[in-house]
């Protein structure tokens, strides 16, 4: 199976692992499954980082992206065809984050099961998206 994690779950990846759940722990220690990053994720954790809404530690941008290259983690990046196709995602409980959105969006399209542990992820199931 591949797998894409949200921005999140990167984060406690190299920051935070105890709070990952053990399902998310064994597709990330599992070298068998395919792992991906949306390049989203990494433009999100430079903007938060830039306007001091996020802490990387003793990371840069730079070097966080670096460190999670190193786990094993692919980035992909939205084709066009699917930011032409975004609108065709409904909004569900109000949620507007595009980072969140599009990462759903490339989830959905590109057939991965997303890694989150946001619940109003639990939300777009019913439009097509696979969750751990």
């Not at 220690?29 to 001091?52: A, T, V």
């Not at 990387?56 to 670096?66: A, H, Q, S």
Request: aromatic residues 10%.
């Amino acid at each position: 199976m591949s797998y894409l994690l949200d921005t999140h779950i990167l984060l406690w990846t190299r920051l935070d692992p105890q709070r990952l759940t053990k399902s998310q722990l064994n597709v990330l220690s599992n070298p068998d499954e395919q792992k991906f990053i949306s390049i989203l994720s990494i433009w999100e954790i430079s903007l938060k980082f830039s306007l001091q809404k996020l802490t990387l530690g003793e990371y840069t941008p730079e070097i966080f992206l670096e460190s999670a290259l190193k786990l094993g983690l692919t980035i992909i990046e939205p084709s066009p065809a699917q930011y032409a196709s975004f609108y065709n995602l409904p909004t569900v409980l109000q949620h507007k984050d595009p980072f969140d959105r599009m990462i759903i969006w490339q989830a959905i399209t590109n057939k991965l099961t997303l890694l989150s542990s946001d619940n109003k992820m639990k939300e777009y199931k019913i439009h097509g998206l696979s969750l751990v």
